[in-house]
């Protein structure tokens, strides 16, 4: 059985995997873990992209029912689309 040669520019993608690997951990050995500020900085910024457009759809839906006279007419619909704004487009994952 032969190997598939590649071309001159093209790098096997075990290898190239391998290689990406092996940048990460010495990175880390060089920098350590993240401070816990880091990583609570993080779960805020997190948390902060996923509430406020919850938030502005529930409140700019309420304000165009009182307005209208339409009960929940416009918050769930509002609500539920920033929510699936949040998710982003599908297969980001």
Known sequence: MTTPETEPGEED???KEVRLRDERQRRWQREGDPSVARRLA???VLGWIIVVPMLTGIFVGRWLDRTFNSGLFWTAPLLMLDWHSDAG???NG
Do not use: A, D, S, T
Request: net charge neutral.
């Open 13 to 15: 993608p075990l290898v």
């Open 42 to 44: 993080q779960i805020g």
């Open 89 to 91: 487009p599908p297969g």
